[in-house]
């Protein structure tokens, strides 16, 4: 019996290590790096009804927005691009010069019409 405890708690502390750790090369976590090495992120932190800056600059081409909700569950849609994220989570787009305004797309409560933010891009 103690062996198969043994065994259990061995085979156990072997998946947790396993998933856990290894060396953070090559993986995905949106460290301001698109996957092709190009482009600029945009990173939104989104609170209940505000976004963390009125505005974000970018320069025109690959552009990666992120999103990460702070407080309260939020989403965001880019108008005049393909950008949308209905949760936490990114997303790639060309884009051309101009000004992009960004909304809250998930009912957040009473202060949902006023999250709103632009997007810069020169």
Not at 29 to 36: I, K, L, P, V, Y
Not at 52 to 73: H, I, K, M, R, W
Not at 108 to 118: E, F, I, N, Q, S
Request: with cysteine; hydrophobic share 35%.
């Amino acid at each position: 019996m103690k062996k198969i405890l043994l065994g259990m708690m061995t085979l156990s502390l072997t998946l947790v290590l396993a998933a856990c750790g290894g060396d953070d090369e090559g993986s995905s976590n949106n460290d301001g790096e698109t996957a092709s090495g190009d482009g600029e992120t945009v990173e939104i932190q989104a609170s209940n009804w505000q976004f963390d800056q009125e505005e974000y600059t970018v320069p025109a081409g690959e552009v990666t927005v992120s999103l990460a909700n702070e407080e309260g569950f939020h989403g965001i849609e880019i108008e005049g691009t393909d950008i949308t994220l209905d949760e936490e989570g990114s997303e790639t787009a060309t884009l051309e010069a101009g000004e992009y305004t960004i909304r809250c797309s998930i009912m957040c409560g009473t202060g949902h019409d006023d999250m709103v933010a632009t997007l810069i891009v020169e």
